[in-house]
């Protein structure tokens, strides 16, 4: 990768073409909780890292104004120690995933919605927190009906 700080618009559609790869071939695992079922996606998105030259981590805690922790699914770290991008992983909306964009702020944000639950104002949302989003539904009855809350 020549500069880590000018990734192209190339590098953002082949991540994401990536992560729908992965996603695509995740759906012969029909019997997984949903939170097992993101667990595995997270694990996945952190070995796309390595073949980019970053490295990840996984569930990155970061506090948000009101000493509140947000959960960051994914981030990828460039050789500098700088972010690079981060990935939320959600099958639903509510303020707390606006939040997790807004508190860590990575030039590259990735907002996985597994959801099928239409979202209102998803043109503003993506605007406003400069997220690529990407929509993947994941038919409920293919998994375990399992609460992602613990």
Not at 48 to 65: M, P
Request: glycine share 2%.
């Amino acid at each position: 990768m020549e500069n880590e700080y000018s990734i192209s618009e190339e590098f953002i559609y082949t991540t994401m073409g990536e992560i729908a790869n992965i996603i695509d071939n995740m759906s012969k695992f029909k019997y997984l909780s949903m939170y097992m079922y993101k667990d595995f996606l997270k694990i996945q998105i952190m070995s796309l890292a390595e073949s980019h030259g970053f490295t990840s981590i996984k569930n990155y805690l970061v506090e948000d104004k009101l000493k509140e922790s947000i959960n960051i699914d994914v981030i990828w770290i460039g050789k500098s120690i700088i972010a690079i991008s981060s990935f939320i992983i959600t099958d639903n909306y509510n303020e707390e995933v606006c939040q997790s964009f807004s508190v860590y702020d990575a030039p590259y944000k990735f907002w996985i919605y597994l959801g099928s639950k239409e979202i209102n104002n998803i043109k503003q949302i993506i605007k406003t927190n400069d997220v690529h989003f990407m929509p993947m539904p994941v038919i409920s009855s293919d998994l375990l009906y399992c609460s992602s809350k613990r």
